[in-house]
């Protein structure tokens, strides 16, 4: 749990950026909210706190900014600055493909859950992503179908037969 | 009465086979990120229906104490709570677990959820009117006093980036903003869409901050050669896994944070998750050495399961006297005694006595089956340890899923979960903690709807009438001076050590 | 990689292609000829442990034997039933599931602006449960004994006297009642739900407020708290004791009824269906009528499928009239 490590200031900078769009938007969709006039009614209304947050936020955004630019003085001003590869999107999409590809796995795998069922989706989406996360070496597709049917039809059943919990079932009925 | 309470509990052995059935259950759903102990009593609730009222409240009671302890299960093991009250196991549990004393935090855990649950039943048994006449004495510059004091815990957590740790816990209050406002109900940041208008639940959040986070932690490590898994560890245990001496070195710290944990459970709305993460805080700030909370140390563990524990016996002391539940697990409870004819209330010891004491037993007995099936599925859970990720991770993820759209029915959800996971993915990116957050979405609302309860009020009212509020100011600010001081030393000395 | 890849997108053609030819895949399969043929699903707008989710729940019970289906029962709470009701109008009409709220929460809301709709949003099924009465009270050691003095008092003293309602919900209405035809001049303070509302007149944060007979009826044999009066037009059967508001206070009637409604939508015959069973119940079972005597101290009564709608109707017109007051 170490938090707080000092991160570089690129990142702290494009933070600080989201954070002070993110609480300006807040800000500005809290005109929006209604404001209640009946009985009981005081000046604390329903756009009060949305507000105080989203000013604190604003803030904190600001001061996250300055420490980058604080961050970079003291990195562009030592001696050896590392000339890193200018990294492109896709690059770093690349290196970082499984993870993009786990999102895609579970994107698809909600999409079809309401259409195609829980069991079936799920069957699939645990084929996929065991082997997503497996080493190319150690991909072994037998056992990865095997542990997918065998859970998947296991947690239905546990699930929707035993405890009757309501999960989708496609138009092929289950 | 007292008497007949007992005999109706041990000596029935249909009572006592639900009670061991249910803890078992219950520590089963509690175990499983997703899964909750809320869950468990909503889908087992029709079962009781059938059953006399005291087979059937300790049904209920006994998947209530199973379904919050198991949540350490997957807090050590995983690094994902398995129920909102493990959050803060994971702080220290999962470091244990990657030392390779994983069977050390599982035992712990085990051990000091008993002397917790043991606390708060006892506090429950015998003091539970005056208990409940200070609870109604909080209002609504109580409550917003009290919310204040939570959220500078924060800052004592947060140690050496005080800005991250605020981004985190705002970004959480503001998460919990999205849905029809306190008070009025006007709709706020909904774009007019059904499902927002209902808000994110904990438990979506909780998910996706903690269960997705992992998977994508995983994924990246896929590839590259962070050890990140743990599955060549040694996974034996002996005995407790811990100790005789470093039990009763613990003691203290186990009973300080049960008695938080039975203080914050005996407030409606807070719940396990705050009360783990505050004593965690106290014991850290207490300790000799809080440096190494974080690290992988018994005390953390302890502080948290003793305070969600104690959480339990907490939460059921509003319920009882005044019938007002704590949390979501526990109004379910109330529609269980209601369907019973078991009235909560001043009454409720003149009216159903032997019930009442009969529910004290059963929840003794559950605490008691709640320890030994823990002790013993400890040695096979860790096992768990030695499953490849690469297997184990998804099924977890179809589990959460589960767990997020069993609840409500609802495919938003499940869509939330992935949101969060993304956000999540973010946070970590950019360095800003996750816990935070979770304390902002709970505390946030709290906040909110109690100032302006507290605005409603000025007009007669104000803070000099209300001690307990001041106490509680006085408290926030030594607590924010306090961990400010340690922070900057903290970072002043991590700044040193870089340029050594 | 590339194989694995090649894979997703033929698992993304294939959903696609699903998503193309499925059509509603809810399933409609059941006509109302043998209905019902699987389990119901009962949404209760209100927390558990509260008068409404009792009173959902033992018809629920009921239901299972005299329908022969297992019966579900969720909470989904929040802003006095506005999440529910908003949520659950037009979903599933396949007459399985059911909405189950209260008067002061359906027509409450509308009126208060929480919801932009009413009981017309959904198909009626029954009016089927009266409350035994939402009452003022106050503290037992408080100098009032009866409504007008609570009245007069505020009016004396205005602001002084703090009344906690849950703001949008029938109690919230009360209190406005209170204010423009009663002239009174209470410190409105919003005070959660029925049992929060007692606790915090007992923890001294408000001075008076309005709570349900059967939340309150332990406290006042306790001698915790006194009932100054009931907004039932007519007292209770099983409790005579308590005079009616709209005695002091033409205007103060609120009858909180019990609903069951089904989607907007929903088969007008598995709706008939419905009520039948549901007055079959009220009107016959033994069991039913015991507990709901001893819970709601009054006798069963539930109306048919237009009775209800007539009701209601009545209602909506009654609180609309205020509703410029309770935004």
């Known amino acids: ?174 | 009465m007292i008497l007949e309470g007992f005999a109706s509990v041990f000596l029935d052995p249909v009572v006592l086979a639900l009670i061991a059935v249910a803890v078992a259950i219950g520590i089963i759903f509690g175990s499983i990120p997703g899964l909750t102990a809320t869950m468990a009593i909503v889908m087992f609730l029709p079962v009781t229906y059938r059953m006399t009222p005291i087979q059937g409240i300790s049904t209920l009671v006994a998947l209530y104490i199973g379904g919050i302890s198991g949540g350490l299960v997957s807090a050590i093991l995983l690094n994902i709570p398995g129920t909102p009250s493990s959050v803060a196991t994971c702080f220290d549990g999962r470091p244990m677990a990657e030392n390779g004393e994983a069977g050390k935090a599982l035992g712990t855990a085990v051990v000091f959820s008993f002397v917790g649950s043991l606390v708060g039943i006892a506090l429950l048994m015998f003091i539970s009117p005056m208990l409940a006449s200070i609870a109604i004495k909080f209002g609504a510059y109580e409550y917003t006093a009290l919310a204040v004091m939570a959220l500078s815990l924060v800052v004592a957590l947060t140690g050496r980036d005080m800005t991250k740790g605020f981004v985190s816990a705002i970004l959480g209050a503001m998460l919990a903003t999205v849905g029809l406002a306190p008070i009025d109900s006007k709709a706020r940041y909904t774009f007019g869409l059904v499902d927002l208008t209902a808000g994110f639940k904990l438990l979506v959040l909780l998910i996706g901050l903690f269960a997705i986070t992992e998977i994508i932690k995983y994924a990246e490590s896929v590839r590259k050669e962070k050890k990140l898994q743990i599955s060549n560890q040694n996974t034996e245990i002996k005995g407790f896994g811990f100790s005789f001496k470093e039990f009763i070195g613990q003691l203290p710290n186990s009973i300080r944070s049960a008695l938080l944990g039975v203080g914050i459970g005996i407030l409606p709305g807070i719940g396990g998750a705050i009360s783990g993460t505050v004593a965690y805080t106290v014991a850290k700030n207490t300790s000799k050495y809080p440096e190494k909370f974080g690290t992988g140390i018994m005390d953390g563990v302890v502080a948290s399961e003793s305070a969600n524990n104690g959480t339990i016996g907490g939460a059921m002391i509003p319920l009882l006297s005044l019938g007002i539940p704590g949390d979501a697990a526990t109004a379910m409870l109330l529609g269980g005694l209601m369907v019973h004819n078991v009235a909560p209330g001043p009454l409720i010891f003149d009216k159903s006595g032997s019930i009442v004491y009969a529910i004290f037993f059963a929840m003794i007995l559950a605490s008691l089956a709640m320890l030994v099936f823990e002790l013993f599925g400890m040695k096979q859970i860790i096992k768990v340890l030695k499953i490849p990720s690469n297997y184990l991770l998804p099924v977890i993820v179809v589990l959460t899923v589960v767990g997020a759209i069993g609840d409500s029915n609802r495919i938003f959800d499940v869509w939330g979960v992935l949101l969060f996971g993304l956000m999540g993915y973010g946070m970590i990116k950019a360095g800003i903690p996750t816990i935070p957050m979770i304390l902002g979405f709970i505390l946030g609302p709290m906040f909110e709807s109690n100032v302006r309860k507290m605005s409603q009020l000025m007009n007669t009212d104000s803070l000099i009438n209300h001690p307990i509020a001041i106490v509680f100011y006085i408290i926030t600010v030594l607590v924010v001076i306090l961990s400010v001081r340690g922070n900057i030393k903290e970072a002043k000395m991590y700044e040193k050590m870089k340029t050594l | 990689m590339k194989k694995l890849i090649s894979m997703l997108l033929v698992l993304c053609i294939l959903m696609l292609l699903f998503a193309g030819c499925s059509g509603d895949s809810s399933g409609n399969d059941s006509g109302s000829e043998d209905w019902p043929n699987k389990p119901l699903t009962f949404i209760v707008t209100h927390g558990a442990g509260g008068d409404t989710d009792y009173n959902a729940r033992l018809m629920s019970r009921m239901l299972e034997d005299e329908l022969g289906v297992a019966v579900a029962v969720n909470n989904v709470t929040g802003s006095n039933g506005a999440i529910a009701l908003t949520q659950y109008k037009d979903e599933n009409p396949d007459g399985y599931t059911f909405v189950f709220t209260n008067t002061a929460a359906l027509t409450g809301n509308e009126a208060t602006g929480i919801s932009d709709f009413g009981f017309d949003a959904f198909e009626p099924v029954s009016v089927y449960g009266r409350q035994s009465g939402e009452n003022i009270i106050v503290p037992a050691d408080s100098p009032y004994e009866n409504l007008d003095q609570l009245i007069e008092a505020s009016k004396a003293n205005p602001g002084s006297i703090r009344f906690g309602v849950s703001t949008g919900g029938g109690v919230y209405i009360a209190s406005v009642i209170l204010e423009q035809a009663g002239g009174s001049k209470f410190q409105v303070i919003e005070s959660g739900d029925a049992a929060e509302r007692v606790t915090s007149l007992l923890g001294g944060h408000v001075d008076a407020t309005i709570a349900p007979y059967s939340t309150v009826k332990e406290y006042i044999e306790n001698g915790d708290v006194k009932a100054l009066s009931t907004l039932l037009e007519e007292p209770p059967t099983l409790i005579p004791d308590i005079p009616s508001a709209s005695e002091t206070l033409e205007e103060l009637k609120l009858n909180t009824y019990y609903v069951a409604l089904a989607p907007k939508g929903t088969d007008s015959e598995i709706v008939e269906k419905l009520n039948d069973a549901i007055l079959k119940i009220v009107n016959e079972n033994q069991e039913y009528s015991e507990e709901v005597e001893r819970y709601n101290l009054q006798a069963p009564w539930a109306l048919s499928v237009s009775d209800s709608i007539e009701e209601l109707s009545q209602q909506r017109d009654r609180f609309m009239r205020y509703s410029e007051f309770l935004r």
Do not use: C
């Open chain 1, 1 to 174: 749990m170490i938090w707080g490590v000092t991160m570089t200031y690129k990142s702290n900078l494009i933070t600080g950026m989201i954070l002070m769009i993110v609480s300006t938007a807040y800000y500005a969709l809290s005109f929006q909210i209604e404001v209640f006039g009946g009985s009981g009614a005081t000046a604390l209304d329903s756009r009060f706190m949305p507000r105080v947050w989203s000013a604190l936020l604003f803030v904190l955004s600001i001061i996250l900014i300055i420490r980058s630019m604080k961050q970079r003085k003291k990195h562009l001003s030592k001696e050896d600055v590392n000339i890193k590869r200018k990294r492109s999107f896709m690059t770093i999409l690349k290196e970082n493909r499984e993870v993009a590809m786990t999102f895609i796995a579970l994107a698809i795998y909600i999409v079809g859950l309401q259409r195609v069922g829980f069991l079936i989706m799920s069957v699939l989406y645990l084929f996929f992503q065991i082997l997503i996360l497996t080493n190319k070496e150690k991909r072994n597709l037998l056992l990865a179908g095997i542990v997918s049917i065998v859970f998947a039809v296991g947690i239905n059943y546990i699930f929707v037969v035993w405890l009757r919990v309501m999960l989708p079932r496609g138009i092929i009925g289950f």
